[in-house]
């Protein structure tokens, strides 16, 4: 039996738990280790590397915000392309 | 090398609490939908990496880790690379551990910030400059030098931070380094570097240039510092391998080299004959003779004491090329030479019988004929330019010439430096004119009296002298006052001359031909000399439009007469009387003639002062 056809109740239901999450990600603490990994806090080449790959995760993290919030906004854009209810 | 980490235990407990939040954080965020696969891999990616490693890393820090070895450690103060830490740790009050998770050590390529430059310089200060240090740490100090030369602030940052001492104990025991590679070098002529040993080298000459470019870009900010004061306490070994990369101007490099080789003279306490191995003088004279007038000065500086030149280095040939190079009339003025050529010439009359053996050195002498080729006239006659010398130390440096036959062979294969200070051209003034050209008569009688008195006996010797006449004649007839006819062709006046000379086998192109009778002949060679001057000029003035076409040529010698300068004058007289030429003109050609071959005069003077008349 073939899927039943997804309607724009459903797609908008999906874009809200994306900007949910969205939301989780860019608070996350996980954002501003980094702060807490300086030189006032620790020195040397591992600390380094540490407060490094701290700033290249607070980057990645936002960059998945970023494109769950573009997921979002495509399902909601689908969502009033179709018929509505 | 073990890396080692420094930190503050309550900063670091806050961190890994943090992290151990964050980790729980990430692990509660779910999301099956298709649009977030991404996302969560993401996440999942950041999660993996706290809780697998940074975590851990945080945790091992604060943990008690006396049961497996992983123990907190105090960097040593000698350690160069970690001195940052150090020196941070212990002005924080904070705990150092080795870092087991870590590379090692902190990469001097890295940019590098004030207060780590700050922490190199006072490390070199302390232990770190005072032990020896690693190659490993080497290759790093080179790194980190550079980068520190080509950005200003971290150069204000070192130098205030790096003491009189830590230049004196770094360069000190680089220097010391580098003095036994080049002992090493000396003593196994035959062998090869080692790649190893090259890099070795490579490595020390990168600290030193480096060290020296910092300086430099100090310089380039506070024109007025003296860097040279750095080198005060250093072995003078050490501050000539730093000095010579302080790209010091000329007379500062003259005078910090008298003051190092000076300072080595007296830390040798035998013989300098006796000390072997390279010396700061050996690196010293390489960028004197590399930075434009700065031999000359070394040579002006040390007239007092020509010694801190001619016996400074381990490589007498080094010594040797840079008073040369000192006294090339090319470098030097003739007021300069004035007073440094009679010292220089004295000192190497007396340091022939003074070395320690007390053995005659007959290098010294060719040393002398050497250094003398350029200033021959003024140093053997006694004339308005000549220089201070008395007639006794004139004789001395002849007849010290002389008596070494190669010294003799040396001077006359000279010939080009011989003449080198008569290439300048004639003055237009007639009286100044005359005086030079006398200069060339006297120089072809002063050689010609060393040879006679030398008793020259080989063919090569004979064509020595005879190539350096004819270089004279070419000279002189180069020299001739053209009036803007510099490059006229040779006219009828020489062409007849040569041709005469040549069917009487005499002549430029045909030297191999020449009568061995013609080469001893003083009298035929200026008699040549003349007429050849004679013809050039006769011809100049006829292109000149001074002489009318037609007029009978000048005569030429006939080196078969039994008195060819006789003859010659007689002949050149009845032409003068017949030729109907202008009364300046025959004036003109008359003093020519009579400057170079005027009755022998010049090599009665110069035999006179060689033989004792």
Same mark, same amino acid.
């Given at each position: 039996?073939?899927?039943?056809? @997804? $309607? !724009?109740?459903?797609? &908008?239901?999906?874009?809200?738990? /994306? ?23 620790? @020195? $040397? !080449?591992?600390?380094? &590397?540490?407060?490094?790959?701290? /700033? ?30 | ?613």
């Amino acid at each position: 039996m073939p899927p039943a056809p @997804i $309607g !724009p109740q459903q797609l &908008r239901e999906r874009a809200t738990i /994306l900007k949910r999450l969205a939301s989780r990600v860019e608070s996350a603490l996980a954002l501003d280790l980094h702060q807490r990994a300086t030189e006032e806090t620790w @020195i $040397g !080449p591992t600390p380094q &590397r540490c407060h490094g790959e701290l /700033l290249a995760m607070r980057i990645t993290l936002r960059d998945a915000g970023r494109d769950l919030r573009d997921g979002a906004r495509a399902l909601e854009m689908r969502a009033d392309q179709l018929p509505q209810p | 090398m073990s890396g080692f980490c420094g930190y503050d235990v309550t900063l670091v407990g806050g961190l890994r609490a943090a992290m151990a939040r964050a980790v729980d954080e990430l692990d509660a965020l779910r999301c099956s939908d298709v649009e977030a696969v991404a996302a969560m891999r993401s996440i999942a990616t950041a999660r993996s990496t706290l809780r697998d490693t940074w975590l851990p890393f945080a945790t091992s820090l604060l943990s008690c880790r006396a049961m497996d070895g992983y123990q907190p450690a105090a960097i040593a103060p000698g350690d160069l690379i970690n001195s940052w830490i150090r020196l941070t740790s212990t002005e924080r009050g904070w705990r150092t551990a080795t870092d087991a998770s870590g590379t090692g050590a902190l990469s001097a390529g890295t940019a590098l910030t004030v207060e780590q430059v700050r922490a190199i310089g006072d490390a070199l200060s302390g232990a770190a400059g005072d032990e020896r240090l690693t190659d490993t740490e080497l290759d790093w100090l080179a790194t980190a030098l550079e980068q520190i030369a080509m950005r200003p602030a971290l150069v204000a940052a070192l130098l205030p931070a790096m003491t009189t001492v830590g230049w004196t104990n770094l360069c000190n025991q680089l220097g010391a380094a580098k003095q036994r590679m080049a002992t090493a070098a000396l003593v196994a002529r035959d062998h090869d570097a080692t790649a190893e040993e090259q890099a070795d080298r490579v490595r020390i000459d990168g600290v030193f240039a480096r060290l020296g470019g910092i300086v430099v870009a100090n310089r380039a900010v506070h024109p007025r510092s003296d860097a040279t004061l750095l080198l005060t306490d250093m072995t003078p070994y050490a501050a000539a391998a730093l000095a010579v990369a302080l790209d010091l101007d000329a007379d500062a490099l003259a005078a910090t080299t008298r003051r190092v080789v000076e300072r080595e003279r007296e830390l040798i306490d035998h013989p300098v004959e006796l000390v072997l191995g390279p010396r700061a003088a050996d690196l010293l004279f390489g960028a004197l003779l590399s930075t434009p007038g700065a031999a000359t000065a070394y040579v002006m500086l040390t007239v007092d004491a020509p010694q801190l030149a001619m016996e400074a280095t381990d490589d007498p040939g080094l010594a040797h090329l840079l008073v040369r190079t000192g006294t090339d009339p090319a470098n030097m003025t003739p007021a300069q030479a004035a007073i440094a050529m009679p010292a220089i010439a004295r000192w190497l009359l007396d340091a022939r019988t003074r070395s320690s053996s007390l053995m005659y050195d007959p290098e010294l002498t060719v040393t002398l004929a050497d250094l003398a080729a350029p200033h021959l006239l003024q140093l053997v006659t006694s004339g308005t330019d000549s220089y201070e010398l008395s007639d006794s130390d004139r004789r001395a440096i002849q007849t010290a010439i002389i008596g070494d036959g190669a010294a003799l062979d040396h001077l006359l294969s000279e010939r080009d430096r011989v003449l080198g200070h008569l290439a300048a051209g004639l003055p237009v003034d007639p009286t100044e004119r005359v005086a030079a050209l006398g200069d060339l008569a006297a120089l072809l009688a002063v050689v010609d009296s060393m040879r006679t008195a030398a008793r020259i006996r080989t063919a090569e010797q004979d064509q020595a002298e005879w190539d350096l006449a004819w270089d004279l004649l070419d000279k002189a007839v180069g020299l001739i006052p053209a009036e803007g006819l510099w490059s006229v062709v040779p006219g009828a006046a020489v062409t007849v001359l040569r041709t005469g000379l040549e069917a009487a086998g005499v002549g430029p192109e045909s030297v191999g031909e020449v009568r061995a009778a013609a080469l001893g002949s003083f009298d035929t060679m200026t008699t040549i000399a003349a007429a050849t001057v004679v013809c050039a000029r006769f011809d100049q003035l006829v292109v000149a439009g001074r002489i009318a076409p037609g007029t009978p040529l000048p005569p030429v010698p006939d080196v078969e007469a039994d008195d060819v300068g006789q003859d010659y004058r007689d002949r050149f007289t009845t032409w003068l009387g017949t030729s109907g030429l202008d009364d300046d003109i025959m004036t003109d050609l008359h003093d020519v003639k009579q400057t170079i071959a005027s009755d022998h005069e010049s090599a009665r003077n110069a035999n006179d002062a060689l033989l004792g008349g």
